[in-house]
């Protein structure tokens, strides 16, 4: 074929019999080019499109830890993680433990690493102005206006507050606590209980009525003002806290036990948050933790396979300070007579020696 007919044919294609292909793929097709495009111009430079992401971050970011770049980059920790070894192994990066968080390694850029992501900021630039030479002024204003629209809508799509603001609105969740919570927790002394990513409290509210103090975080706001309203339905007393569990930070040693129920984060922030919710534990006090396992028939708990529960997972991310007392499967049924209402949880109950 000749790159005439080519160019003909690829046109059609992309026409079709009912007009342009959808904006879905167009995009698809533009954010391929581009990638491409962008990989060939950093290739002199030996770093990959991620990678000199990375770089040029800490150029801004200087000393930023796995999780503070993953957020600036809108991507897995674990993913930052790979790029970060990587790149201090060409001699790019330096990493070190944060004297005030030792969960945190901190990055910062070796002189090499200076110059490199100082070639990539000089790349960046030129692409900038590639695309405003072409698109004008008003063209690249349009481009930002409606890729921030669309960034906006995708972020608010499945992640963050907002999201689970509009989920806990359109559908109030059981308030119902977790008979696996109640049989731990009814055999533990009472005391004060942390309940980690609480959503609208039904364990929070268990844990109260068999005379736990109880403290509920949780970053959706409607999630908390629900546990309000039925703990005063209740005559209850919940503490509640409206925060990031990515960020907060509760009281040393404070707690008899702290619950995490339902939290499926990727790996690293998984034990970041376990790390923290083992600082938060008296010594003699338990960690439990439940989710869905990996293994679970009918789909249930997070459809990324990644973020799913196994014993392998769970015991790599356990703190060392604490002691392992219970790793157990558990066949569960939510209701009906259907195969996909079988669940399969993973149980983890440890303690702070």
């Not at 793929?25 to 080019?33: D, G, H, N, W």
């Not at 930002?144 to 906006?152: K, M, N, Q, T, Y």
Request: a negative charge.
């Amino acid at each position: 074929m000749t790159r005439g007919r080519a160019k003909a044919a690829a046109g059609s294609l992309h026409e079709g019999a009912a007009g342009p292909q959808p904006i879905g793929f167009r995009l698809s097709r533009v954010a391929r080019t581009l990638r491409l495009s962008w990989a060939e111009r950093l290739a002199p430079l030996e770093v990959s499109p991620p990678q000199a992401a990375v770089l040029r971050s800490l150029l801004d970011h200087d000393r930023t830890g796995i999780r503070g770049l993953a957020r600036l980059l809108a991507t897995d920790p674990m993913n930052v993680k790979h790029l970060a070894d990587h790149l201090e192994g060409a001699g790019l990066i330096l990493s070190e433990a944060d004297p005030a968080d030792r969960r945190t390694r901190s990055l910062t850029l070796t002189p090499q690493g200076r110059e490199r992501a100082a070639e990539v900021e000089r790349l960046v630039q030129e692409q900038e102005r590639w695309l405003a030479a072409r698109l004008g002024e008003v063209g690249i204003a349009g481009l930002a206006a409606a890729l921030s629209a669309l960034e906006a809508v995708l972020n608010s799509t499945d992640h963050g507050p907002s999201a689970w603001d509009e989920r806990h609105r359109q559908r109030p969740f059981s308030t119902d606590p977790d008979p696996l919570v109640l049989e731990v927790a009814s055999a533990l002394p009472t005391g004060r209980a942390l309940d980690l990513g609480s959503g609208a409290g039904r364990n929070s509210l268990g844990l109260a009525e068999l005379g736990w103090r109880v403290t509920a975080v949780d970053f959706s706001k409607v999630a908390l003002d629900q546990l309000r309203s039925a703990a005063r339905e209740r005559g209850m007393e919940v503490q509640v806290v409206q925060a990031d569990l990515l960020q907060y930070r509760p009281p040393q040693e404070a707690f008899q036990l702290c619950l995490l129920a339902n939290i499926h984060l990727p790996e690293e922030e998984l034990a970041g948050v376990l790390e923290v919710a083992a600082s938060s534990l008296a010594h003699g006090g338990h960690l439990l933790v439940i989710g869905h396992h990996a293994e679970a028939p009918g789909g249930h708990g997070p459809r990324h396979a990644g973020l799913l529960f196994t014993e392998e997972r769970i015991s790599r991310i356990v703190p060392p300070e604490l002691e392992v007392m219970r790793l157990e499967r558990h066949h569960r049924s939510h209701g009906g007579d259907r195969s996909d209402t079988e669940d399969l949880t993973l149980l983890l109950l440890a303690r702070r020696q």
